[in-house]
């Protein structure tokens, strides 16, 4: 398989999340357990993996707000807006793994270096 559609592939796995509780985590990895990658499929996945902890612990501090009844309304706003917000950046995420350049996704704590 192509490099670029295997990069691609690993952005479009963290959708799966929306569907699978933390398959957006699991299935990246799954790439890099089973799959042989070059440098780009490589950091590509690592951007991946960190950019959705970092998404899903910022949905759960959201979610933990919920709560709170004077954040509560800023907390379902963020949890929608971080939702919108992660299926935009894999989008983008797509598009530059089709031009063989590594995302880097904003607001990304590095876990996996």
């Known amino acids: 398989m192509n490099n670029k559609v ?3 592939l690993v952005h479009l796995s963290a959708t799966l999340g929306f569907l699978i509780p ?3 985590i699991v299935t990246p990895l799954v790439f890099l357990l089973f799959t042989k990658q070059d440098q780009l499929v490589k950091q590509t996945i690592k951007e991946v993996v ?3 902890i970092s998404l899903t612990l910022y949905v759960l501090i959201s979610f933990a ?7 509560a309304p800023l907390a379902i706003f963020l949890i929608y807006g971080l939702q919108i917000f992660g299926l935009i950046t894999i989008a983008i995420g797509v ?3 089709f031009d063989s350049q590594i995302y880097q996704y904003p607001f990304s704590i590095r876990f996996v270096r």
């Open 6 to 8: 295997l990069a691609a």
């Open 95 to 97: 598009i530059k793994s």
């Open 22 to 24: 933390f398959a957006n």
């Open 50 to 52: 960190n950019f959705q």
């Open 65 to 71: 707000l919920v709560f709170t009844i004077i954040l």
